[in-house]
């Protein structure tokens, strides 16, 4: 059953080249993000057999653990999850990436605690695009000023922007969604040197984010399977 990972993740890829061509995204624009909350070492390590370079992870405790077993490989580990402001602290040792950034007060806190030999911290800030469906994420209208005092941070690395949209089936309507967090990525990209990443697209919603210019998906699901909710 485990060796379908690798499958999943190598089919999931081709799925990803054949829609930037049908959406007019140029080949290799889009990158896969493995998410892997919930997923034990031996399934992690399964899709970076298969390529996987990046992966994510929603709870700080059960990351760290993972993030140990699997040092040898050299994962570039996201941070994806709601961020408590007792976590700063192991997220800035352990992570590369944080996508997930929604508080001045929490950037402040990665920057200072971010250790000086591990580089700058990535980091998307998650922009709220559901208004009262989601609690995380800043809203649209006051996420350019939150970019702002970011990208003054000298130990955090500003990415670019992220988003968690509530489920739909709809794909015009997922569409409709993503891109007013498009055009604002496109319109503040020109201020900061290293805004690269438009982080938006899931198992559900991938083709419409791809269609509306997402540069990095997040994917679970796809490549995993079903997880345990327990
Ligand atoms: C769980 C999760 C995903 C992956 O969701 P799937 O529907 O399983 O692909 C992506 N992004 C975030 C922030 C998540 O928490």
Redo the contacts with the bound molecule.
Sequence with gaps: MDSSIAENYRRFCERIRHLEKRHGRSEGSVSVLA?S?THPPDRIEQAWQAGARDF?E?YVREAVDKIAELRKTGITWHF??PVQSNKTREIAEHFQWLQ?LDRIRIARRLSEQRPSDAGPLNVCVQVNLSGEASKSGVALEDTAELCRAVHELEHLRLRGLMS?PAPCEDLEQQRETFRPLARLFRELAPEFPDFDTLSMG???DHEAAIAEGSTMV?????IFGA?DTG
């Design positions: 998410v909350k994510g929603n994806i999850g997930s968690i899931m198992s559900g997040r994917i679970g699901t796809a997880r």
